[in-house]
């Protein structure tokens, strides 16, 4: 079945550094990628999102670019600021059921001063 | 636009025990999705309604139901409660069947005791 890798985390990084949160995927068919926000108390929030190969998906400063040969979606951001902070989930959806999402198991960021 | 809401907030219960929980979708959104989140498992699809009808499902065993009334509203439902079952539960609502874009709840904390 469908499945998303995502780096452990929690990630610790000092405000303006740069950011990566690698995600890979296995899917049979052609998935749309997703990158997903949770920032504390808050619900899931749409970050970005691709739907085929060498799309890339921007918003707030973060980036990712849908790379079929090597099946990853890596998130990333130039300079990270305090409100970065969040939980981020990297996800797929199969072609034929777009709404049902497979996640990866989140990464945590911290971001200090 | 109000947002998702979901009811209760939060809820404690007794193995055993059945629970209800609420999701009203944002206004004009037909379909409705849910979600369980927990630390061992992540994030995994429940189900999907549209049209108060099931229209996607999940691998999760049949104690886990759920319903779509004519206003787009849906509860879901877990029956025997288990100790596994204590998570965040989160309901998504879209505009259509089988749509990528998805807006959260804020998530209903379920403890089972």
């Known amino acids: 079945g469908d499945s998303v890798t995502q780096m452990e985390g929690p990630v610790t990084l000092s405000e303006e550094a740069f950011l990566t949160i690698n995600c890979t995927y296995t899917?049979?068919?052609?998935?749309?990628l997703f990158w997903y926000v949770q920032y504390p108390g808050e619900g899931l929030q749409l970050l970005l999102k691709?739907?085929?190969?060498?799309d890339k998906g921007s918003n707030k400063g973060f980036e990712a670019t849908y790379r079929k040969e090597t099946t990853s979606f890596h998130l990333e951001k130039g300079s990270v600021q305090v409100s970065d902070s969040a939980v981020y989930f990297c996800?797929?959806?199969?072609?034929?059921?777009?709404?049902?999402?497979?996640f990866g198991t989140g990464t945590r960021l911290q971001v200090t001063l | 636009k109000a947002g998702v809401t979901q009811t209760p907030r939060y809820l404690i219960k007794t193995r055993g025990q059945q629970v209800t929980l609420s999701c009203s979708p944002i206004s004009g959104h037909r379909s409705v999705s849910w979600y369980q989140q927990t630390p061992g498992q992540g994030l995994q699809f429940l189900f999907e309604?549209?049209?108060?009808?099931?229209?996607n499902k999940g691998n999760f065993p049949g104690r886990f139901s759920g319903r779509q009334f004519s206003n787009s509203r849906s509860e879901m439902n877990v029956s025997t409660l288990e100790l596994g079952d204590s998570a965040l539960y989160l309901c998504a609502s879209s505009q259509r069947q089988g749509s990528e874009k998805q807006y959260f709840g804020p998530g209903t904390r379920l403890t089972v005791t």
């Open positions: 996800a797929l959806s199969d072609s034929g059921t777009a709404s049902k999402l497979t």
């Open positions: 309604y549209f049209s108060e009808t099931q229209r």
């Open positions: 899917a049979t068919g052609y998935p749309s």
């Open positions: 691709a739907t085929k190969a060498d």
